[in-house]
């Protein structure tokens, strides 16, 4: 978890640094989000999480009691994934919602992803 | 439990009868929700819940982990409300939810209140 | 729109008389939903969803300006959906969000598919 | 807005700062926000919003169609307000919405309130 902690400071402060002038030192930080290497993603990888077949990606099928319980779940993970500035793609009906996870920038995976998904995991309740 | 399901199905119907002129016989129903009487209120009130001083209105205040918990109590707390067609009075402050709850139509509390509140006691955990 | 306000009601009075021994005349209403014939579906299918290939269904794919739009379309739909107790099957990444309506219950398309797409057109601003 | 824009990363900056060691030199960009003067809070208090009587803060009350509009505008405020790791105190009864916005440390008002109060215009439409 300390890892995906400093991930994400890192990728905000890689963020700031395209952003803000002032911090053009930090902009050496990395300017976009590093793909993993395989044995970092089957390290990473949160539980209940699996590769996508043919695509460097990873999914997991959460299911909820009802559609108000997975709601709560999304209402959550969306306000996440608003504050990482990293959305997932997600296919919800009724009390269940499968999730894919990816970085475009970077074409493949990122601690984004093994953070958002750590997220879900919690916001499941499955952590 | 069954006493406000039972009131749930029957507010209903009366909503129902009022805009379905098929359903003229159910009319008699009740039109619109009946308001309790001091004695139902101190045996209904969901644990938790107390009445509001200088006001026909029960509330309670609600504490989460954070923002997104709380958020996440409120999203299903919408669901059920809109369902319901009975919208509480809430206060939100990061992770605090303070809800107010009372029936303009019978200018107290009606069974309405009742369960909107037994539900979100369950959306909070402490059912 | 008259038509569909009157099919809500009835799909309403008929769940009511399915749980609602007191209203076992409404029961006659019709217990679940009825299919539409194509004529119908084709002529009530709202501006801007097609049919499924390969399936009795209908679906649109809504485009918007970021996530945070996407998102507030998404919680009134959720509402909607909630209260019609008639759910989408949804796809979302970032600002597109892919819907898909049918019902399970008449394995095919009914009024309230029709309904709900109407309302989830009204949400998006395109009505 | 190019001002409040600047405000944001450099609050954002200060956050990470004080979170993350190799970010040492960006520490003197400010630890927390600061309080605006009477002046700034006159010169960039967005339309609509009016100060609070005997408290720093600004308040304003929005009105909606009916709850689902109400609840589509709070739910794109909330992606905002996590986002921006500044939460609103608000008050929601059906249509009508009633937020403060304040900044408790600088125990007064600082650009995150002035950021979140034109982006919750934006929302409302009213911008």
Redesign the interface.
Known sequence: MAVMRASR??S??AL?AA??P??A??RS?SAKPVRLSEEEITSLTPAGWTTVEGREAIERKFQFAD???A???M??S??????M?H????????NTVHVTLATHDCSGLSKNDMELAARMNK?AGSA
């Open positions: 400071s890192l905000r402060v700031l952003r803000t002032a911090l030192g930090a930080l559609f108000s319980e709601w709560a779940f209402s959550r969306a306000l996440a994934a608003e504050e500035c959305h997932p793609e997600w296919f919800n009906v009724y916001f």
